[in-house]
């Protein structure tokens, strides 16, 4: 599996990192995201967790790589929620982080080579508005 050269990397990466910001905050904030119906909100940690392990997948083709990202994305599942316990206005569950690496886990299920690479095509995209 061949890496796709990336006329933007500085803008897929940023926006990589800026997903992971969106998580942190939104896992420190007083009142937490809800999802109606999922009182556990397991749905909440697949989509996050699923969706910061799709994106890097995209970005990182070796399998070593790979590894390690998801790796730290569990890892920061894992940090968050026990900084969660010590907030004091939002709580410690290892469910949670349970949740968020499952999320991880359907992020590497949904990533090339099993699923297309959509970043080449949204390059594309990019360039056409950008002239």
């Not at 990589?16 to 937490?32: D, Q």
């Not at 982080?97 to 999320?103: F, I, K, P």
């Amino acid at each position: 599996m061949r890496a796709p050269q990336f006329a933007y990397p500085r803008l897929w990466w940023g926006l990589g990192w800026a997903l992971v910001a969106l998580v942190i905050f939104f896992s420190l904030e007083p009142k937490a995201p809800e999802v109606p119906g999922d009182p556990g909100n397991w749905s909440g940690h697949l989509l996050a967790y699923g969706t910061l392990a799709g994106w890097f997948t995209r970005l990182l083709y070796a399998r070593r790589s790979r590894l390690i990202a998801l790796a730290m994305l569990v890892s920061m599942g894992v940090v968050l929620e026990f900084l969660q316990g010590m907030t004091g206005y939002r709580t410690y569950d290892p469910l949670d982080m349970l949740a968020n690496t499952c999320g991880v886990l359907l992020g590497l299920l949904l990533a090339p080579p099993r699923l297309p690479n959509g970043l080449p095509m949204l390059e594309r995209c990019v360039r056409r508005v950008a002239g």
